[in-house]
């Protein structure tokens, strides 16, 4: 993942805008995904559909860019990365939408930055301090209030929990491939790849609906806005500012997703679940202040 400010020429819109920008996308990925399936379509065939439509953006962008992409062990990877971190990502995240809500959904997200820490323990041999502990802990106690206080509109039951859960754990993988290969290839090369193997991941578990016009452009829009364009205003942003600060910006996300949420389906959360939400994005933010826990590119 990149990690340091560029010397590059300064974009034309600011660069805490461009990361602002990115949040707000990201944060209608949730609203978009339920109008999808409100229209009719299945949490997993708008899964689906974002990882063929945003892989197809990736691979123009790629081709256009003359980006070489990943060969020999590094596709393999690469491959994995596209079951694990897009089929197994993008699905679950569709399923805790429809289980539990959109803002349900996108505050669970964030638990990424606790799976990340763990991660980073269990694998690359990076020490736990006492604030990634006490962060770690601080997930876990807002997952229980959450779990406790539900909402209006918002179903914190087992499923809901679970693909939110699922949905956090799997986007923290974004965290180590990215480590591994981002220095070596454009983010764009490598989700030119990944996403249409995520794609074939998802195909079996599809059963494929009419679609409306509107459903259409709910799912145009999922691969465009909230995968493709999300992705190009924050590294374009992050060239210019430095990651600690855009991780901060980026993680309005969650907030943005509630309000649209409560504004479009009536999506609120009881006292005891907002309070729950705010443990869990504190947690994320303290987290995010560590280099090895930044957010990653795409989601």
Sequence with gaps: MPTATSHAARPAVPAPLLILTAAVLWGLLGILGKQAQDAGVGALE????????????????AAATRS???????????????????????????????????????????????FVALLGWAFLRER?????????????????LISLGGGQGVTASAPALGFGLAAGFTYSLYYLYGKAYFHTYTPAALYA???PVGALGLLPLVSFAAKTPAAWGSLLAIAFLSTYLAYL??????????????????????????????????ERLAP?????????????LTLSLDKKAEHPPVE
């Design 46 to 61: 708008v899964a689906f559909w974002r990882a063929s439509l945003g892989g197809a953006l990736f691979a123009a962008h």
């Design 68 to 114: 070489p992409l990943p060969r020999g062990r590094d596709l393999g990877v690469t491959a994995l990365f596209g079951i694990l971190g897009v089929s197994a990502f993008y699905g679950t995240y569709q399923l805790a939408v429809k289980a539990g809500g959109a803002s349900l959904a996108s505050v669970l997200l964030y638990t990424a930055p606790a």
């Design 128 to 144: 736990l301090g006492g604030r990634d502990l006490l962060a770690v802990a601080g997930t876990l106690g807002g997952i229980a």
């Design 193 to 195: 790849a990944a996403l």
């Design 233 to 266: 205003a924050y590294s374009a942003g992050l060239k210019h500012l430095p990651a600690t600060r855009a991780s901060v910006i980026a993680s309005l996300e969650p907030v943005v997703a509630a309000g649209l949420a409560a504004l479009l389906f009536q």
């Design 272 to 284: 005891l679940a907002l309070l729950g939400a705010a443990l869990v994005i504190a947690a994320a």
